[in-house]
């Protein structure tokens, strides 16, 4: 079974802050996704890597980067966190092959102060 | 052109009812289309999904729905029970991009006993 891990449950941070939301997973997928989710607007891509050290915006990334140094480990960065980016965050992994589906952390919910 | 629109926001249905869900779409390109299933705490994971070469696909109680021509999909859960109280997500990809997909608003669905 693909297991993917995100470091916290639960996170509250305050205005200004630069926060840390990391994912790991383990079973050697290619493609690693980071989405927020809020009520009535379903599931929204921030940043999406294929690779090491690669990163593509999705739909969403202002006032987030994202890092990927090592396959198994995709990180999402708020380099000032503000309020508008209280959220649940949700990492996903997914191997290549067009009947493969998306993997799905259990998700951070992050509250800024 | 990028979107998937979803309805209802919310549903409630007495056990042993059928539960619908419905979707549309504007891309056709789109290619693929996954249901994903969340509970709370969890992350979404995949419940069924259909290519566009095939009008239905049944497992089990849930079954997917598919009109090419009117660029419509949905989920019926048949005999619906109280364990399927969940928020469900529709979804679509492009052959171009397998791994990048385009999610629904999501609906919370409540199975009364």
């Known amino acids: 079974d693909v297991k993917v891990t995100q470091s916290s449950r639960y996170l509250v941070k305050r205005t200004g802050e630069k926060v840390f939301l990391e994912c790991v997973q383990d079973m050697d997928h290619e493609n690693m996704f980071w989405y927020r989710q809020d009520p009535g607007l379903g599931l929204r891509l921030i940043y999406f890597s294929y690779d090491v050290k690669m990163k593509e915006k999705g739909d969403i990334p202002e006032g987030y980067s994202v890092s990927r140094e090592k396959k198994e480990r995709f990180s999402l960065i708020l380099e000032s966190a503000s309020t508008n980016q209280t959220s649940m965050y949700l990492c996903?992994?997914?191997?290549?092959?067009?009947?493969?589906?998306?993997?799905f952390g259990d998700g951070t919910r992050l509250s800024i102060l | 052109q990028q979107q998937v629109k979803q309805s209802p926001q919310s549903l409630i249905v007495q056990k042993g009812g059928i539960s619908i869900i419905n979707c549309a779409y504007e891309n056709t390109a789109f290619d693929y289309f996954p249901w994903y299933q969340q509970f709370p705490g969890k992350g979404p994971a995949l419940l069924i999904a259909?290519?566009?070469?095939?009008s239905e696909k049944k497992e089990g109680r849930f079954t997917i729905s598919f009109n090419k021509s009117a660029k419509q999909f949905s989920l019926h859960i048949m005999d619906s029970q109280p364990g399927d109280s969940a928020t469900y997500f529709c979804a679509a990809s492009k052959p171009s991009s397998a791994s990048k997909i385009i999610f629904g608003s999501g609906t919370r669905l409540s199975i009364r006993p």
């Open positions: 259909i290519r566009p070469d095939v």
């Open positions: 996903a992994t997914h191997s290549w092959g067009s009947n493969q589906p998306q993997h």
